[in-house]
């Protein structure tokens, strides 16, 4: 099955750049590049890629924004993009809310050609892309900065979860892979797959991306709560 990727950019050089990576892999196609947030949701709707690299600052519509419509939309389709957001660290302040808009996940701009490539790969299968270091700086830096929109509401949420799941969030909101789950808790990978699956069906929520940002939002897990 060949992955279908729309490039949003505005810089023309790094559209090209990524192209270039992406469709040397057998199972990779671009379908489109864009240039900004407005063409991005006009493209997406037009020709339905499996995964769309959005950019966050870019003028007229921003990355943020775009990233909104294009999940909004998608939701009441059976094709839904994943959006994979593009940072740089060091500058955007913007990634939480890119998260909160329904991006499922994100990656520095000067990840390496073999990263991105998987990263693609991992999000077309439906999965989040979390780097579990960049995730904890970029939440810890930007918490204060959180809404507090699920305050009251976090009590009754988290008391949908057995005290295993709530563990297992907890490892998630860490930035843990199934597989560093599963060592620390001594079961199966598939074990640890299915109690994510209860974790985000009982929350409500998309992926892991939006179990991070909620464990946060709830006070579950608190900035520097590392080990």
């Known amino acids: 099955m060949t992955i279908r990727v729309l490039l ?13 990576i992406l469709e040397a892999e057998p199972d990779i196609t671009v379908v489109g590049q864009a240039g900004d947030g407005k063409d991005a949701t006009e493209q997406t709707r037009a020709l339905l890629p499996d995964v769309v690299l959005m950019d966050i600052r870019m003028p007229g519509v ?29 500058l955007d302040e913007y990634i939480v809310e890119a998260l909160r808009a329904g ?31 960049v ?8 918490a204060a900065r959180l809404p507090s929109a699920y305050e009251q ?13 709530l563990e297992v969030l907890r490892l ?15 079961v199966s990978e598939t074990t640890v797959k299915t109690h994510v699956g209860n974790v985000l069906t009982k929350l409500g929520l998309r992926d892991r991306v ?3 940002v909620l ?13």
Not at 215 to 227: C, F, K, R, V
Request: charged share 25%.
């Open 135 to 142: 995730t904890r700086r970029l939440l810890d830096r930007f």
């Open 62 to 90: 921003d990355g943020i924004e775009a990233t909104r419509r294009i999940v909004r939309e998608a939701a009441p389709s059976a094709h839904v993009p994943k959006v994979l957001v593009l940072t740089t660290f060091d």
């Open 153 to 165: 509401a976090a009590p009754a949420r988290l008391d949908r979860l057995t005290e295993r799941e």
């Open 172 to 186: 998630i909101a860490k930035g843990m892979s199934n597989a560093e789950i599963a060592a620390k808790l001594v």
């Open 8 to 20: 949003v950019d505005d810089q023309p050089l790094l559209r090209t750049g990524f192209r270039l």
């Open 210 to 212: 939006q179990a991070v």
């Open 215 to 227: 464990a946060y939002e709830t006070g579950l897990i608190t900035p520097g709560a590392l080990s």
């Open 103 to 133: 991006a499922s996940g994100f990656l520095l701009k000067d990840v390496p050609p073999d990263e991105l490539v998987q990263a693609i790969r991992v999000v077309a299968a439906g999965e989040a892309i979390v780097a579990p270091s």
